[in-house]
C-alpha cells in the first residue's frame, strides 16, 4: 500500500490524484448569460453533483484560473443568479468538449459548435435545444474555497433546480423513471479520458 500526505504533494500532484480516483464523474454542462454584452457562454464542468432532492439542489465546484480570476460561468452565474445545467451525454460530447476552449467572456463557446440555443421557461438564460435533460437553476449559495494562504482558488455553487426538460426517450413521466440506458451519459476520467455507460446491473439493498 503506498500512504501519502497531501501535504507533501504539489497542487497539480493532488488534482491528478482526486481526478484520477474519484471515477467517473457525471459532466455538467452550464450555459449562463455573459456579464459583458449578453453572451450565451457555455463549458462544461465534471465537479458536480446533487447536494439534496427536497429542495432540489445541485453544486458545481469551478476552479479559479492563474491569479485567482473567476472563469466567465461562475462570474455571469454569480451575477444574474441564473444559470442551465445540462446532463452530458454521448450525443453531445464531441460539441461540448469545444466549449472547453479558453475565449473571451463576450464570445460564445457555442459558436464553436453545431448546438442551438432554445429559450428557458423560468430564466433568462437560454438552454441547448439537443440536451435531453436540463435544469433551470437559480443561485443557492456561494461559498468561496481558500487554500491556506487564504487565496481563493475554487468557487463552490450551490444551484436550486427550478424547471426541469427531458427528453420523451429517457423518462416516464407515470412511473418517475429515467432510462440512463436512453439518456446513454458520458462520465469524466482522468486526464483527456472519458466513460461511457458500460454494464448495468442491480443490487438490493438491506432492510
Known sequence: MIT?????????????????AIVPRPIAFVTTSSTVNGAVNAAPFSFFNIISSAP???????????????????RNAIKSGELVVHISTENLIEDINETAALLPAARSELELTGLNIVESTKVSVPGILEAKVRFECRLEQHHEIKNDRGDTVTDFLMARVIYVHMDEEVYDPQKGYV???????????AGNDYAELGKVYSLLRPE
Not at 440512463?180 to 469524466?188: K, W
Open 56 to 74: 432540489p439542489i445541485i453544486s458545481l465546484s469551478i476552479g479559479r484560473r492563474k491569479g485567482n480570476t473567476m472563469k466567465d460561468t461562475a
Open 179 to 189: 432510462f440512463t440506458e436512453a439518456l446513454r451519459p458520458v462520465a469524466r476520467l
Open 4 to 20: 501519502l500526505d497531501p501535504n507533501e504533494l504539489k497542487g497539480k500532484e493532488m488534482y491528478k490524484l482526486l481526478s484520477g
